[in-house]
């Protein structure tokens, strides 16, 4: 598998594994959760995504708990993980209401959980999961400044931020914000022409893209684009998911789909998106049943 270049020193797999869902599966002991990643690593796909957030603040620490079993593991992958969102649940069960939190207190708070859960001594990269309307860009960009200076973060990044939230947060920074994580998908397409996927582009900021199967939806029901996802797959001998990955991977910006699944059989069959011949006649065909209707 290809990889993309992050800094002169990190790059990530073209497909990365989301774990989002880790801590929800019925068998979240250490040894079937390092299945799943060794059937992502048998692919070449050794980018793991992570936030504080997921199962409610506990996939970190199950991903701990399967490094901490097999520590061999630690150096064959990189680690994304966010933060800035305090709900209540976990170790926020007290929070009187879902908030952001993007203090330099929280951060580093922050931090030093997600090190302490997963077992590691450093996360390669660190994001801001969602844009902070109480965001002091100062505050915030010094201590995310600060996590990199320290050698317990590698770069840093964003999530879900648009054009004016990045450049509010880098103007106060030192440190390059190396990439933005947003929704993008056949069913979530507008990033593609709202100027979410232009300024990254322009700037050669890899994105990486979450639920790029538009949460399940492409795969289910019926119409246009699950025919016409049905058509190029049986043109290339892939199932309709791969299509759909392939479209994300077509496109110059480099994009990395970011995938959750907890099925080891469909772990195994996530870099089939590979295997299909995606010529520009058939994106915009996708495209077309995407929109549904005619391109201007």
């Given at each position: ?15 990365v ?41 506990a ?15 630690k ?22 209401v ?119 939806a492409?795969m ?36 990395m789909?970011?995938?959750?699944t ?12 590979f ?22």
């Open positions: 598998m290809n990889r993309i270049t992050i800094t002169e020193n990190l790059s990530f797999s073209r497909i594994y989301g774990m989002w869902r880790l801590s929800d599966d019925t068998d979240t002991s250490p040894g079937h959760v390092q299945a799943k990643i060794e059937a992502c690593l048998e692919q070449g796909i050794t980018t793991m995504d992570q936030a504080d957030i997921y199962g409610g603040y996939a970190e620490e199950v991903l701990g708990d399967a490094l901490r079993a097999a520590p061999a593991l150096d064959q992958i990189e680690i994304v993980t966010k933060c800035d969102i305090v709900a209540p649940a976990g170790r926020y069960a007290d929070a009187v879902k908030y952001y939190d993007t203090s330099r207190a929280h951060i580093m708070a922050s931090v030093d959980n997600s090190l302490r859960l997963m077992g590691v001594d450093k996360i390669d990269t660190l994001l801001i999961h969602r844009p902070d309307p109480m965001m002091d860009a100062a505050e915030t960009g010094a201590a995310l400044d600060a996590v990199v200076a320290s050698g317990k973060v590698r770069s840093v990044g964003v999530s879900n931020f648009k054009l004016h939230d990045w450049t509010l947060l880098q103007s106060a920074m030192q440190t390059p914000l190396i990439t933005n994580q947003i929704e993008l998908s056949l069913a979530a397409h507008h990033g593609f022409t709202n100027g979410d996927v232009a300024y990254l582009q322009e700037r050669r900021v890899p994105v990486m893209a979450w639920s790029p199967l538009g949460g399940g492409l289910t029901g019926t119409g246009p684009m699950q025919d016409a996802l049905a058509a190029v797959a049986a043109e290339n001998s892939v199932g309709n998911s791969a299509v759909a990955i392939a479209w994300l991977l077509a496109h110059p910006a480099q994009i789909p970011v995938m959750g907890n099925n080891i059989t469909r772990i195994k069959a996530l870099s089939e998106a295997k299909v011949r995606m010529d520009r006649q058939t994106w915009f065909t996708l495209y077309t049943a995407a929109l549904g209707k005619e391109v201007p």
